[in-house]
């Protein structure tokens, strides 16, 4: 089976730094790919991870250890607007994204 | 477009009647999928396409799913006899073939 497992809820303030995990258990493998949504919005694409290492985009850098099954979101300097769900997804053969749970992040002034 | 364009946002249906999504991908991807939302959570993979031809279809509930893209007009997703459980929010999405995918708004489907 395939599975991606997220906390549900992460609770954080402003301008404090967070970190979301993502377990993952699928048949196929290519990358780990983050997206967030908003309030049940279009899903933007965050980060993508196929190597080993830390991938770093302004804010948001993103983990991989493969030969963990693991990955993890960090975001730092956390503001209002970062309030929203974050899937990590992997990327599988033919490049259909599995999801994960979900995590909901808030954050409070 | 520089967008994913869905219609309709919203659509009703009693149980047992046809639902047509529509998808317009953003111009010059040439990848598109589908994938359904239930309840705010985990996003399950249903279709995608290569231009007009089916690229992986393992997510389709066969019996009553079905789905095209055509050249020149819309993709479509059409569900016939709709039951109670596909009441969900679908998404499409584009790709030109790298990491990223492009979601569109979405179609609330509601069976009653």
């Known amino acids: 089976g395939q599975s991606l497992e997220q906390p549900s809820e992460v609770t954080a303030v402003e301008g404090a730094i967070v970190q979301i995990n993502c377990t993952y258990q699928t048949s196929g493998f290519y990358g780990l790919s983050w997206y967030q949504q908003h309030d049940g919005g279009a899903p933007t694409f965050l980060s993508y991870n196929a190597l080993d290492g830390l991938e770093e985009t302004g804010r948001f850098s993103s983990f991989l250890s493969r030969s963990d099954s693991y990955g993890y979101l960090l975001l730092q300097e956390l503001q209002m607007k970062d309030s929203a769900s974050y899937f990590c997804?992997?990327?599988?053969?033919?490049?259909?994204?599995?999801f994960g749970t979900g995590t909901r992040l808030l954050v409070s002034p | 477009g520089e967008e994913v364009a869905q219609t309709p946002k919203h659509l009703v249906r009693g149980e047992g009647q046809k639902a047509k999504l529509y998808c317009a991908p953003i111009k010059g991807h040439s990848y598109v999928f589908w994938y359904q939302q239930v309840l705010k959570n985990e996003f399950k993979f249903l279709i995608s396409f290569q231009n007009e031809n089916v690229f992986d279809e393992t997510g389709m509930p066969k019996e009553r799913f079905s789905a095209k893209c055509l050249p020149n007009s819309p993709c479509s997703l059409e569900i016939q006899a709709t039951k109670l459980e596909d009441s969900a929010v679908y998404f499409c999405a584009s790709s030109h073939g790298g990491n990223e995918q492009f979601f569109g708004p979405g179609t609330r489907l509601t069976v009653l």
């Open positions: 997804a992997v990327v599988t053969g033919f490049q259909k994204l599995v």
